[in-house]
């Protein structure tokens, strides 16, 4: 199973799983490329004992260095996810950090003309957390990187407006199933006269009373300006203006005004 997997939460999906570019242990690999020519140039010479000595001493040297960068380039991933940056480093002595990407403002990448070529950079991501800017050097393509980290940022802020239509549609809804209120009961009209009928009477009759009229229909509720005020508050929460719990708070404010 790899690393990726073991990580992930429910309903995220794995979108980047990086190593470092393998810039990353070049120089050691050099390094040790030169102390073997160097050392074999030594033995078929056959200089003096010391300069073999230490022709060895510096192949094993380099050997160590480089099962040392390669150790720690394969311990190393640079995970981008559906909901957040993951970074691990070290097998013994570890080093991580996640940034959830609604906390993230904006992403920066350099590459100089040679690591252009070899097709490698640094990825500088500034997010609203304590340290304000995090560097990740040696990344592959960091254009695209910076690329797909936008793209799911978009992507997950479209599934919280979409979360949030949601809870409208559902909470118009019920609303629109409640029972309609009872008006005030209605006089039946008035029977014809059952006694007998009156001998001298010439006074005007008076026109019976008219029934009451029906109460004016309320207003329908501002679901339009209620969902405007919904995503501007999922926008501040997004930026991080405002914590979770004033969110929540204030969106079951608005709900309850439809």
Known sequence: MAYSD?????????????????????KALLATIVALVLAIVVLAEGWWD?????SAVLVLGCLVWLAERYIRWVSTYFILTSDRVIYREGIFAKHGMEIPLQRI??????????????????????????????????????????????????????????????????????????????????????GPPTGPAPTAS??????????????????????SSVADRIAELHRLHT??????????AKKAQLLEQL
């Open 6 to 26: 073991l990580i992930l939460r429910e309903n995220e999906t794995l979108v980047l799983d990086l190593h470092p570019h393998w810039w990353y242990f070049a």
């Open 50 to 54: 010391p300069i073999k000595l230490v």
């Open 105 to 190: 403002n904006s992403i920066f990448f350099n590459q100089r003309m040679f690591e252009r070529i070899l097709g490698l950079g640094d990825l500088k991501i500034e997010s609203a957390s304590k340290t304000g800017a995090e560097v990740f050097d040696d990344i592959r393509r960091p254009e695209r990187v910076q690329h797909e980290i936008y793209s799911q940022m978009e992507a997950l802020e479209n599934r919280g407006y979409d979360r949030i239509g949601q809870q409208i549609t559902q909470a118009q809804a019920h609303a629109g199933q409640a029972p309609a209120p009872a008006g005030p009961p209605v006089a039946p009209p008035p």
């Open 202 to 223: 010439f006074a005007p009759v008076a026109p019976p009373p008219a029934p009451p009229s029906a109460p004016p229909a309320a207003a329908a509720p501002p679901s």
């Open 239 to 248: 930026q991080g203006a405002i914590t979770d719990a004033e969110f929540e």
